[in-house]
Nanobody, 123 residues
Framework: QVQVRESGGGSVQTGGSLRLSCTAS????????MGWFRQTPDKEREAVAC???????YYADSVKGRFIISRDNSKKWAYLQMNNLKTDDTAVYYC?????????????????WGQGTQVSVSS
């Protein structure tokens, strides 16, 4: 059974940084594409970044230059380093395991959505 679990959210002021982590089980992580999404109560879930098994990376325009997606295949972890955070980055962040990166969108998503981790940025 495929599962993902996110951690690392929190509350910061604008310009601050946070690092999110995601562990995946039930997949051959070395061959799994990993992605990050975020969602606010008034918007649909949007993709933020995607990383291929060998490290090819794609970002949404809204986070390009500020967020860094990475992975450690030996530990089966994926990460999202978020720098220069803005109030618009406030959301629940989810990771997902999938079959490919369609630019910054991992799809098809193979893992059920986890609980996510809350990121709150205040001015």
């Amino acid at each position: 059974q495929v599962q993902v679990r996110e951690s690392g959210g929190g509350s910061v002021q604008t310009g601050g940084s946070l690092r999110l982590s995601c562990t995946a089980s039930g997949v051959d992580f070395d061959w799994t594409y990993m992605g990050w999404f975020r969602q606010t109560p008034d918007k649909e879930r949007e993709a933020v970044a995607c990383i291929s098994p060998h490290g090819r990376i794609y970002y949404a325009d809204s986070v390009k230059g500020r967020f860094i997606i990475s992975r450690d295949n030996s530990k089966k972890w994926a990460y999202l380093q978020m720098n220069n955070l803005k109030t618009d980055d406030t959301a629940v962040y989810y990771c997902a395991a999938g079959g490919a990166c369609r630019t910054h969108i991992v799809e098809p998503v193979a893992s059920p959505w986890g609980q996510g981790t809350q990121v709150s940025v205040s001015s």
